[in-house]
C-alpha cells in the first residue's frame, strides 16, 4: 500500500485513464449466484479498467451470500489490485459505532479487505467518525445527501437558521476532515444536483462519492456541472446496475466508456479531465 496521501491517490487514479468513474461492483442475488460472483466480478474488472478510476462493492451483497460472499469480497478487491492497479477502492458499508467499535470497523476495511476508502454514517459525530481518518493514505466517505426517495425525511430538516441538516452534515464534515489529513469526503445522490452544488458550495475542496448514475435516473450532466471542485476533480460518479449488467464483456466495456466521455463531456473545468 502506498503511503501517498488519499487525496493525492485519488486525483492520480482519474488522471491515469482520463476518468472520474466509479463501477459500483454489486452482483445482484437474483443474477448471481454466490459461487459466480468472483468469476462476474473479474469480467467486468477486466472490461472496465481502463475507462474507471474506481470501484465500489457494496457489502451487503456479499454478505447475503455468507462465508462464499465475504471471501468473494476480499478477493475481488485484490483483483482490482492486479487488473486495474491505478484504481481506488471504496468499499460501501456506511458504517459506525462508538470509540472501539468504530476502531475494528475501520481495521477490517483497511487490514482485512484492503480498501482504499469506506463509507460512514456520520450520525454518532466526531469521534465515531475519527478512527477511519487516522491513516492519511486511506480515505471516508460520510454520508450527506443520499440518493434514495425518503433522504429528505431527516436529511432536509430544517436547522435553527433555516439551512437543511444535510449543509450542517457537510460543514461537520469539512471541520472533521481538516483535523485529519483531509481524507474525508462526502456522498451525495445524483438524484439531487441543486443540492450537489450547495455541498459543493460549503466543501469546495472535498471529494464527493456520487451515487445514483445510470439504474437510479440520477442526472449525469447536470450532476458533474455542479460537483467538481475548481480543478475539474474531486467528484467519483458511481454507477452500478447499468454498467455491470450492460451485456456480455463488450457491452460492459462500451458502457463504461460512455459514461467516461459524458462525464468528461460535462466537466465544466477540465479539457479533458
Known amino acids: 500500500m502506498s503511503h501517498t ?7 492520480a487514479a482519474m488522471d491515469a485513464v482520463a476518468s472520474m468513474i466509479c463501477v459500483g461492483l454489486d452482483p445482484q442475488p437474483a443474477r448471481t449466484s454466490p459461487d459466480e460472483i468472483l468469476d462476474f466480478n473479474t469480467r467486468v474488472i477486466e472490461a472496465t479498467a481502463d475507462f474507471v478510476c474506481a470501484y465500489k462493492p457494496q457489502s451487503a451483497f456479499y454478505e447475503v451470500a455468507g462465508n462464499v460472499g465475504w471471501q468473494a469480497l476480499r478477493e475481488t478487491i485484490a ?7 491505478h484504481a481506488v477502492v471504496v468499499l ?7 470509540g472501539n467499535t ?7 476495511a483497511f487490514d482485512w479487505f484492503d480498501a482504499d476508502a469506506v463509507t460512514i454514517n456520520p450520525y454518532l459525530g466526531n469521534d465515531a467518525v475519527a478512527p477511519f481518518l487516522q491513516r492519511p493514505e486511506r480515505g471516508a466517505f460520510a454520508l450527506c445527501r443520499t440518493s434514495n426517495p425518503g433522504a429528505a425525511d431527516l436529511q432536509s430538516l430544517p436547522m435553527a437558521d433555516g439551512a437543511p441538516f444535510y449543509l450542517t452534515v457537510a460543514d461537520r464534515a ?3 476532515g481538516e483535523a485529519h489529513h483531509h481524507n474525508l469526503g462526502l456522498v451525495v445522490g445524483a438524484t439531487w444536483p441543486d443540492e450537489l452544488a450547495q455541498v459543493r458550495a460549503r466543501c469546495p475542496n472535498m471529494p464527493i462519492l456520487l451515487p445514483g448514475i445510470g439504474a437510479q435516473g440520477g442526472d449525469l450532466e447536470a450532476s458533474v456541472a455542479a460537483g467538481v471542485d475548481a480543478n475539474g476533480y474531486g467528484l467519483l460518479v458511481s454507477a452500478s446496475r447499468s454498467v455491470i449488467y450492460a ?3 463488450e457491452d460492459i466495456r462500451a458502457e463504461a466508456s460512455s459514461l467516461r466521455a459524458a462525464a468528461n ?4 473545468a477540465r479539457e479533458p479531465l
Do not use: C, H, Q
Request: proline share 8%.
Open 5 to 11: 496521501p488519499f487525496a493525492e491517490r485519488l486525483v
Open 79 to 85: 483483483t482490482v489490485r492486479r487488473v486495474a492497479p
Open 92 to 98: 460501501d458499508v456506511k458504517r459506525n459505532d462508538i
Open 102 to 108: 468504530a476502531e475494528a470497523y475501520a481495521s477490517s
Open 174 to 176: 469539512r471541520e472533521w
Open 247 to 249: 451485456g456480455d464483456a
Open 265 to 268: 463531456a460535462a466537466n465544466p
